[in-house]
């Protein structure tokens, strides 16, 4: 048993040496991504925010009429600056403006970041306020929140940067579960509290020490559900076995058109009034407008009472011939694995719980930057004592005399 707990902490002391750094960075970053929408807008008022609508309030629930949606298209494709979007981004709230996104002509390598350009639109006047490289690494205003994200999810380094980051999810869960072990103290109250609780007194290493553990233990669930959630976004086919396996999942592959495809194409407006019509008491907050002909209107869609806030996780597919829905995802109605799946975002965000979950996973981020400082100071420390003690003579084990010198003859 000692044997095997020994391996334990080896593998606890190897995996936050090796993954510790990049623990860290996830953690700030996910710091500042529980308040992204906050933090971005406030950094770019005058790129992300204008005037409410006359008689609203600025921060009113805003919900975009059709022909809204489809004028702010039309303007866009009208001007040779700008063109057809492949997605755009509806106002969640009053004083907020639409975005459309376009999509790289090229794909990037798997070690370049794709940079997706943003353009945002004056909902009242239709006018272009401005627009930005969303992915693209820098540190001013429009450009810094942006930044934090990809380097969260991919360090700046595209799909290479994300498996980089699934496996460091998985070192997440494996040094939970190792520290754990670790941690486990004998079972009795006294030895419970001294591995839970950090006491006055003592030098550095002592408080590094009692604090890395009682740490351990108050983060220990938390820290699971987000690395779980973690490698879910960036490699869901490392997790959806597991899950499949507990509870089938539903087929979630793409849909096309039923109508021929040299059929009329209705317009967004048709697309989004569809989408409403099916989800009526959903908030259309993004469509996807279709580039190929064979593919329909995706509208996402935010409905009361869901875990996901901001855009929601209702998806509504709509054929861009006829205007028929070919599919609705709706996770007020999932069940069973599908429910999970549909839980993973608004858990990681600490959405689902409120301005408390928020704010507890604010902190989490903290986390990983004391863990790595607590456990260097520990780990220098340890290397800094000799390999091996002295023995020391039992107390309870006589003292044997010197032998007597033999006198010489």
């Known amino acids: 048993m000692q044997v095997m707990k020994t391996l334990i902490r080896t593998i606890h002391l190897w995996a936050g040496l090796i993954f510790g750094s990049i623990l860290v960075l996830q953690g700030l970053t996910g710091s500042l991504l529980a308040w992204h929408h906050e933090l971005d807008a406030g950094l770019n008022p005058g790129l992300l925010r204008t005037a409410p609508p006359a008689g609203m309030a600025a921060g009113a629930p805003f919900h975009a009429e059709p022909r809204l949606a489809a004028a702010v298209l039309e303007s866009l494709v009208r001007d040779p600056d700008y063109g057809r979007p492949d997605t755009l981004f509806f106002p969640e709230t009053a004083g907020e403006v639409f975005v459309a996104w376009y999509r790289p002509a090229k794909p990037a390598s798997s070690w370049e970041q794709g940079v997706t350009r943003q353009v945002m639109v004056d909902p009242a006047s239709l006018r272009v306020l401005g627009e930005r490289n969303y992915g693209e690494f820098g540190l001013s205003r429009p450009l810094l929140m942006p930044t934090v994200f990809h380097l969260h ?190 839980t993973a975002f608004p858990v990681h965000s600490g959405e689902a719980f409120g301005l408390a979950g928020r704010v507890l996973v604010c902190l989490l981020g903290l986390a990983p930057l004391g863990f790595f400082v607590t456990g260097l100071v520990v780990y220098f420390k340890l290397r800094r004592k000799p390999a091996t003690r002295k023995a020391r003579p039992k107390a309870d084990a006589p003292l044997r005399p010197a032998p007597a010198p033999v006198p010489a003859d």
């Not at 994300?162 to 869960?173: D, E, P, S």
């Not at 699971?224 to 490392?238: A, R």
């Not at 993004?286 to 064979?294: Q, T």
């Open 153 to 342: 999810r991919y360090l700046i380094a595209g799909e290479t940067g994300k498996l980089v980051i699934a496996v460091q999810g998985v070192a997440l869960f494996l040094l939970t579960l190792t520290g754990i072990v670790v941690w486990w103290p004998k079972l009795t109250p006294a030895a419970f509290w001294h591995a839970i609780t950090v006491r006055r007194g003592g030098n550095l290493t002592k408080f590094s020490f009692q604090l890395h553990r009682a740490a351990g233990f108050w983060t220990a669930i938390p820290l699971l559900v987000l690395s779980v959630t973690g490698v879910y976004f960036n490699k869901p086919d490392w997790v959806k076995p597991v899950i499949n396996a507990v509870s089938p999942l539903s087929a979630s592959g793409k849909v096309a058109n039923a109508s021929p495809q040299g059929a009329p194409r209705i317009g967004l407006d048709a697309a989004v009034a569809a989408a409403q019509a099916r989800v009526p008491q959903g908030r259309v907050s993004r469509v996807g407008i279709p580039a190929k002909p064979e593919l329909p209107f995706e509208v996402r869609l935010r409905q009361p009472g869901e875990l996901r806030q901001g855009p929601g996780a209702t998806r509504v597919s709509i054929d861009a011939g006829s205007g028929a829905v070919l599919r609705v995802i709706d996770p007020l109605a999932a069940r069973g694995g599908d429910w999970l799946v549909s």
